[in-house]
């Protein structure tokens, strides 16, 4: 390996012109990556292990991390090169980030033989070689792929299943981080992740219960809040928080509901939002988008989010105003 190689293998420039053609030449709403970053560590040089390990970090960043779309799509039509990339990227990822034993039947012991048979005999500059490659490789199939389908007579039809991907993408469990995140910058709660299912939660309550179009009392409000743990805590602190007169009592309320509580029947107040009304109610506001707006997170959650919450009217804030009807 050259001691003159410096900077990431693919840079973020390169993902952001990739975006730019996609949202030129198909729909200026999708995205290809989401926010593609490199890692921020340049090796010094001489240090190969280093290098390779960094470069096969954002090589998994680049075709797997930041995209559904070389998994979901390119990956069914693309070149035999690009497939090898692909399987190559995944790999190497694979054996160095995860454990693999032979002990533990096929599937890790052939990730093990793929792994030997990319990286003998410790040659780095040649598997540095290999992965400048993949990386050339991938590159040329997310252009030749956008070429390819603004061309498609079902352009119409595309557009609809990337931003259907694009939506599921979102909710898998380990994608949902990003709009809770977004919320949490937005709310200014930077300290306490646990805000974020409160958060959550209440605004969720809110569309449930209809404040403001009836009176309800304290009863009323823990009925339906009853299984979700997570809420309930958060009401309990709130309360013992703000309240003054009749504070034992409420206090009392909430404490007997949660012994109440069946553990076979509880879930988290966030998952059910996240994996049941987010999926549908999110598509009015991606049918909104317009000018510059964009499917990435910080277009479109953030959209999301002044549209469906109003972060300054909490139903906890009302919650702890409330002359209850019950007291």
Partial sequence: MSNSETGPIIGKEKAEEINESLQKMIDPRLFFFCNYTPTPFTPGPGNDEAQILVAVQDLYKFAFDSTFVFKKFIIKEASPDAKTALDFIETLRSVIDHNQSKFNGFTEKNYLKKYNNFFPEN?????????????????????????????????????????????????????????????????????????????????????????????????????????????????????????????????????KTKKSMDPQNTVSFSKCFYEKLWKESVKKTINSLQGTETLLPQSLFNKYIDEEFYPENYLMDWIVNQEWTDL
């Fill in 123 to 255: 040659n780095f500059a040649s598997l540095y070689e290999r992965l400048k490659e993949a990386a050339d490789t991938l590159i040329i199939a997310a252009k030749h792929f956008i070429e390819t389908k603004s061309e498609c007579e079902n352009k119409e039809e595309f557009v609809e299943s990337w931003i259907d991907e694009t939506i599921k993408w979102y909710s898998q469990t380990v994608k949902s981080s990003i709009f809770w995140g977004v919320l949490i910058d937005k709310l200014g709660y930077c300290d306490d992740s646990t805000f974020l299912n409160y958060f959550i939660a209440s605004e969720y309550l809110k569309t449930v219960i209809k404040i403001g179009d009836e009176e309800h009392s304290l009863a009323f409000v823990l009925e339906r809040i009853k299984n979700y743990p997570d809420l309930l805590d958060r009401l309990e602190n709130k309360l013992n928080a703000h309240f003054k007169a009749n504070k034992a009592k409420i206090i009392g309320e909430v404490q």
